[in-house]
């Protein structure tokens, strides 16, 4: 039975994720004067990260398939390397809400909410630049949300802690070197310590369907 509710979790996280976007607005609707200007920019933040999350893997869907055969150029096994399913299970779950979580918890840590919202600006590059000139298209699952939610959240909250002048000039270097190290934590070091091309852990049909390659 446990292991029959990981593995659904394993290809519907994202899903869950969407779920928790939706009762998160519910709650911030309601209760958000419960939190900070700087907690409540950074909660849209980790909302942003649930529905770009979706729209990577969900709907439209296709992450797996444009990363693993378009970008890396995988044709043998795309549906398991070198992203597999539990890999893109901790990193986007396990690691990255944690990450953003511990941003919401400490809103006084300037720097670590500039390395939240900075790992969503860097989205910007990924999905608005270097995944497009890779796979030729304009369009990629992710671009959406990095454009309408990352940017603006990420922007928003950068113009908040200056005007009112929460940030210092060593905060924005420290949360640039750990907006870096994040990126190699949550995305790049999982899938160089869990690619396997025996990986036991593929893609369903149903998610390497979801992107018209």
């Given amino acids: 039975m446990k292991r ?8 519907n996280w994202y899903f869950v994720g969407g779920i928790i976007f939706v009762a998160l607005s519910f709650f911030m609707g309601f209760w958000g004067s419960l939190f900070s200007p700087i907690q409540t920019i950074l909660i849209f933040s980790f909302m942003a990260m649930l529905a770009h ?21 995988e044709k043998d096994i795309p ?12 990193s986007n779950t396990l690691l ?13 840590l300037i720097w670590l909410g500039l390395a939240q919202v900075g790992l969503g600006l860097f989205q ?50 420290l949360g640039f070197f750990v907006t870096f190290g994040a990126v190699v934590a949550l995305f790049l070091l999982p899938i160089i310590l869990l690619r396997s091309k025996q990986s036991k ?12 390659g």
């Fill in 79 to 90: 549906d398991r390397y070198p992203l597999n399913a539990n890999q893109c299970m901790i």
């Fill in 4 to 11: 029959r509710v990981l593995n659904f979790y394993r290809h």
């Fill in 124 to 173: 910007v590059l990924a999905h608005g630049i270097a995944v497009p000139v890779r796979i030729k298209r304009l369009y990629n699952p992710g671009l959406a949300t990095t454009l309408f939610l990352f940017l603006p959240v990420g922007i928003y909250y950068i113009r908040y802690v200056t005007t009112n002048n929460l940030a210092s000039t060593g905060d924005f270097v």
């Fill in 201 to 212: 852990y593929p893609f369903s049909e149903a998610e390497m369907r979801r992107f018209a």
């Fill in 53 to 73: 999350q979706v729209e990577e893997y969900g709907y439209p869907g296709g992450f797996p398939t444009v990363t693993n055969l378009m970008v890396m150029g």
């Fill in 96 to 108: 990255t809400y944690f990450f953003y979580i511990a941003a919401i918890s400490f809103p006084g």
